[in-house]
């Protein structure tokens, strides 16, 4: 089965920057949309920031609140994707995950980002 490994979280100060690694043990992975996705305390894991497959020319998508903060992108050679996260806020803080956009595969073990003064 795939798996993915989700690395680059920490603990960072209002205001300062993250960039989070993440690969895929998937051979088609260039083949599908990836996105990352995030779980604050308490609350449901949401999709923060998508990018299209290699077919559909990795087109990017971010939720409102990220917009303008955070860039995802992708390296299909190495089954890799990323998310460059600045400006970071404390309402950045959760688990980071990243997985397939449809179908999610199996989830790994996520990776921590805490913004915190």
């Known amino acids: 089965q795939v798996q993915l490994v989700e690395s680059g979280g920490g603990l960072v100060q209002p205001g300062g920057s993250l960039r989070l690694s993440c690969t895929a043990s998937?051979?088609?992975?260039?083949?599908?949309?990836m996105g990352w996705y995030r779980q604050a305390p308490g609350k449901q894991r949401e999709l923060v920031a998508s990018?299209?497959?290699?077919?559909?020319?990795?087109?990017?998508d971010y939720t409102d609140s990220v917009k303008g903060r955070f860039t995802i992108s992708r390296d299909n050679a190495k089954k890799m994707v990323y998310l460059q996260m600045n400006s970071l806020k404390l309402e950045d803080t959760g688990v980071y995950y990243c997985?397939?956009?449809?179908?999610?595969?199996?989830w790994g073990q996520g990776t921590q980002v805490t913004v915190s003064s």
């Open positions: 998937e051979n088609a992975f260039a083949f599908n949309g």
């Open positions: 990018i299209t497959s290699i077919v559909l020319g990795g087109a990017t």
């Open positions: 997985n397939r956009v449809n179908d999610p595969w199996p």
